[in-house]
Each structure stands twice: as structure tokens, then as C-alpha cells.
């Protein structure tokens, strides 16, 4: 599997983004996906994530409400919308596969494959 983030840029504190991760391979639609977020000097942290079927979705705190993740089987493509952006947003952001686990994890270990990240800068 191989994955392609796209979608960051810079945004003012209260926009919005929309990111995609664009995977390769027919077993996609098999997998976990998640998001997560690296900001400078800190370690990876998980934003998101969602099932095989996109039937669950989990979400870190600091995003609830604000972020949505989704995906779409058919484009092979899963989604990261963020709204209402805040300048502790920043960080670059990654998308992975989970191919062991039925549920959803936290746990960046547990993913066994990574995009290469796309970075979101949110300023005040």
C-alpha cells in the first residue's frame, strides 16, 4: 500500500481544510485508515480515524467537533475536513494504514504503512 497526502497549506485561524489521502492497491477498502499530526518538536500524535466501511470514526479531544474524517472506497481516498482551524493545528500531518487490527487505534505503532505528510500552518 502507498499512500499520498495532499491538501495543507497556510490558513488563517477560524478556516478551513480539507485533506485527502490517495492510496494505492485494491485492498484499501480493507484497512483502518488513520490521521495523525506531528508539530515541530513534538512527538506524532493521533487525530483520527476510521473502519474498514467508514461505519465508525474515532477522534482525538482536541478535534472533536472541529475535524471529520471520511472515506471513499471507490477513489481509494480517505479525508481529513477541518474546520474552525486554531494556530495549535499546526503540524504536519500524516495519513497510514492499520492492516492488523479490527478497531480503531491510537497507537502510531500500530500502522503499518505512512504517507508522506502534508503540513498545515495555522496563523493567529
Known amino acids: 500500500v502507498q499512500l499520498q497526502a495532499s491538501g495543507g497549506g497556510l490558513v488563517q485561524a477560524g478556516e478551513s481544510l480539507r485533506l485527502s489521502c490517495a492510496a494505492s492497491g485494491r485492498t484499501f477498502r480493507s484497512y483502518n485508515m488513520g490521521w495523525f499530526r506531528q508539530a515541530p518538536g513534538k512527538e506524532r500524535e493521533f487525530v483520527a480515524g476510521?473502519?474498514?466501511?467508514?461505519?465508525?470514526?474515532l477522534y482525538a479531544d482536541s478535534v472533536k467537533g472541529r475535524f471529520t474524517i471520511s472515506r471513499d472506497n471507490a477513489k481509494n481516498t480517505v479525508y481529513l475536513q477541518m474546520n474552525s482551524l486554531k494556530p495549535e493545528d499546526t503540524a504536519v500531518y500524516y495519513c497510514?494504514?492499520?492492516?492488523?487490527?479490527?478497531?480503531?487505534?491510537?497507537?502510531?505503532?500500530?500502522?503499518?504503512?505512512w504517507g508522506q505528510g502534508t503540513l498545515v500552518t495555522v496563523s493567529s
Open positions: 497510514a494504514v492499520n492492516t492488523r487490527q479490527f478497531t480503531i487505534t491510537t497507537i502510531k505503532e500500530s500502522y503499518d504503512y
Open positions: 476510521i473502519t474498514w466501511s467508514g461505519g465508525s470514526t
